[in-house]
């Protein structure tokens, strides 16, 4: 995967200027471009997105400091007009074209990005490859933004607004893996972009021909094969370091890759105070 990461950051320097059609290039580099906007945003620590336009903008400042039209460069980069390409310039550099035109500055660089795998081998991972037929996740849902440290008080409240009966019914309603009440993240941005919206669920899994009552919301699962991580200590912070791990330690090891679907969260066992717990996080995968 590291390699792949590298010839796709090669191939955006050879292409400023161009769309990048990430599909494509992540069909010739044997991938799919879910996995690598994810592997990419994971490891890079930015969206691929927000890297090309950082990387445009850059590369754009020779162009603002020489005598041309500020509509061409502009055009140039893909910008219909000269007010779409200031916002983007500004929003990188923190001033207009016009003033580094006329002052020269200030400017700030984001650098090519080069990938390195590290295999240090202090992280040990406790997986499991399991193959699960369709299924249905059921519960509450809630809009919600992506956080990716600490807690979450967007979904913390949603959980806190329901009846404390509520979660016994969810519990007597799951009838399959993964069991018990489940932590649901799905229709996440492919960048894995913080603050970007997510779909929460407070919910169960059950088997895809149990009647639901009406007023829990469904996600269809379709079959595949799921990477089941089991995780250990305080919370949320050894459930974020091990989604972090996955994508630094496990993928890049393993033949496998994330595939579109919902990612889940079963508890396992927790302290009164939640501040620790043992849980397993699931994420849909297939052969790389």
Known sequence: MIAELNRLVAHVEEHLTEDLD?????????TTEYHLRRMFSSLAGIPLSEYVRRRRMTVAVADVLGDGDLLGIAVRYGYGSTEAFGRAFRSVHGVSPGDVRRDGGPLRTQPQIRF??????????????TDRPDFRLVGHAARVPLIHEGINPQI???????????????????NTEPAGLLQVSADVDPDYQEGSELTYVHGIAVTDGTRVPDDLDVIEVPAGAWAVFRIEGDYPAALQSAWAATATEWFPSNP???????????????????????CELWLPVERA
Do not use: C, Y
């Open 116 to 129: 390195r795998l590290t295999v240090e081998g202090n992280i040990t991972m406790d997986a499991r490859i």
């Open 156 to 174: 913390q409240a949603h959980i806190a607004s329901l009846p404390v009966a509520e979660h016994a019914r969810l519990k007597d309603l799951s």
């Open 256 to 278: 496998w890759r994330l595939r579109p679907g919902p990612s889940m969260v079963g508890m396992l066992a927790r302290s009164d105070d939640f501040s620790s717990a043992t």
């Open 22 to 30: 990430v599909t494509a290039v992540a069909s010739r580099l044997g």
